[in-house]
């Protein structure tokens, strides 16, 4: 099963039983609450007409007259009258045209002295409930059917206590009850029920909704982080890996919010990682391949100065040792500098730097070696400042100065020339071929010096173009004829 059906699934099941408890306990109570209402308002209703009733059960007006069978007095005259005004209330969309109180007054034995429809005039009713209870000076209440077998013709009950003063003291003379049917108040109920009903087959569709709109969302989400892990998987056993493919790190990291986005980052750095296999072995590659000249070298000067050797040639080779030594000290310290600025993401410049003291430094740094090679070192323009990072950019313009000078012709001179936020280095030597200018900052690439030999490591442009990277600026190479132009463009932007 597809994980958007699963969810879905779930989802709807969830739903569909919250749904059906939460209408379950609604329908429950809707009856009941109406109920309670109901019989609240009768409470208050019987003990008005309790205290309206005293005076004439004090007297003795409410027991029947012998001629016509029923109590005349007022309060009974008002009751009837009550029962026979004519109603017609529109309530909230129904409409009442019966006034639906039955009113009923017992004496302290329970016998009835009036009532109001005349149906239980002289019967004893001291075992109901509502006349007991009164009777005794507790609530009484209750509920009972017309019809035994129909439920509803259930009437409410309430009764309240008569009470007439004796002496500093009132005592209960009888009760009035008021009783109402409970039909009266069932299309109330009804249509609370039918709305409730409807409002959670509403709430259900708009859940089901939601849980669509939830599924679809989570599935897209869950779908574009497959979409993305596929893509930048590896081939798979047996399939052919094209190196001119571009790299995986162009590819864009699915924006998704939550556990989901943590997800994806998580594969990000994964991907970070692994990706860097095929570099690695490279890198790993060129890396012997450029240490094997002076190894070798070593290696073999070593050899011979075993031998009794005469002056001039153990000084010799003694000296070729030296310097494959030192060939190979500047290759670990510039692979070091190298991992340093490639683990890096930005520059960290935050007060404006001066690109001319940053070139009189690297200038301070090279003069020695320049001098050493009959070589001129010139300085030209100021330059501006911006938000660079003032050992990156005097590290740049090092190791592009230590190559000028590899390749300028003794006695030349190499210029700097500052305008703007571009620095520009131009020797006098013989250039490098056309081929070759696209490939000027890949590592371990080198092209041969102008005596023939390749002892250069590639890695101080590569060293140049990162740092340019770092500072979203580029590194720009043209043959001059004679002589290499390379600028270094700073971008002065935030």
């Not at 009733?53 to 069978?69: F, I, M, N, T």
Request: aromatic share 6%; with cysteine; glycine share 10%.
């Amino acid at each position: 099963m597809r994980l958007g059906i699963r969810l879905l699934f779930a989802f709807f099941l969830i739903n569909g039983i919250a749904a059906f408890f939460v209408l379950r306990v609604f329908m429950a109570e809707i009856k009941p609450s109406v109920r309670e209402v109901m019989e609240d308002m009768m409470v208050d209703t019987a003990n008005i007409l309790a205290e309206l009733a005293s005076d004439d059960l004090a007297a003795g007006r409410l027991a029947p007259g012998a001629d016509s069978g029923s109590s005349t007095s007022a309060f009974a005259q008002h009751v009837r009258s009550y029962a026979t005004r004519p109603i017609d209330a529109a309530i909230w969309g129904f409409s009442k045209q019966s006034l639906d109180y039955r009113i009923y007054v017992t004496d302290t034995t329970g016998r009835v002295l009036f009532d109001s429809e005349n149906r239980a005039v002289g019967a004893d009713y001291s075992q109901w409930r509502d006349v007991a209870r009164t009777l005794r000076g507790e609530y009484g209440a209750r509920s009972t059917r017309d019809v035994e077998t129909d439920d509803t013709s259930g009437v409410m009950h309430v009764a309240a206590p008569i009470y007439v003063p004796e002496a500093d003291t009132r005592k209960i003379a009888g009760v009035l009850t008021v009783a109402k049917p409970t039909r009266t108040v069932q299309r109330f109920i009804d249509r609370a029920e039918q709305k409730v009903f409807m409002g959670g087959l509403l709430l259900l569709a708009l859940s089901a909704l939601v849980g669509v709109a939830v599924t679809l969302w989570m599935v897209w989400n869950v779908r574009r982080l497959r979409d993305y892990a596929l893509s930048v998987q590896g081939p798979a056993h047996g399939e052919h890996h094209d190196p001119n493919a571009p790299p995986t790190a162009a590819l864009a990291v699915p924006q998704v919010p939550g556990e989901l986005g943590d997800l994806a980052r998580a594969m990000d750095r994964m991907r970070a990682r692994l990706e860097g296999r095929d570099y690695i072995e490279g890198y790993v590659r060129a890396l012997t391949h450029e240490l094997k000249s002076p190894v070798a070298a070593i290696r073999g000067a070593g050899e011979l100065l075993q031998d009794d050797l005469p002056a001039p040639d153990r000084a010799q080779f003694a000296n070729q040792v030296v310097e494959q030594s030192e060939r190979l000290q500047r290759i670990i310290d510039r692979l070091l500098e190298l991992s340093k600025l490639e683990q890096r993401h930005h520059a960290e410049g935050q007060a404006p730097v001066a690109l001319q003291a940053c070139a009189k430094a690297a200038i301070g740094q090279t003069c020695g070696r320049a001098a050493q090679r009959g070589i001129t070192l010139a300085l030209a323009g100021s330059g501006t400042s911006g938000p660079w990072e003032a050992e990156l950019v005097t590290l740049a313009l090092t190791n592009l100065l230590d190559n000028a000078i590899d390749f300028a012709p003794a006695g030349s001179t190499v210029q700097v020339e500052l305008d703007g936020a571009t620095v520009t280095v131009q020797d006098r030597g013989p250039g490098v071929p056309g081929y070759a200018l696209p490939r000027l900052g890949e590592r371990f690439f080198t092209t041969a010096r102008p005596g023939g030999e390749r002892s250069g490591s590639g890695l101080g442009l590569a060293i140049v173009k990162r740092v340019m990277a770092l500072h979203g600026g580029q590194m720009v190479v043209r043959n001059t004829n004679p002589g290499l132009r390379v600028a270094l463009e700073f971008a002065t932007g935030p």
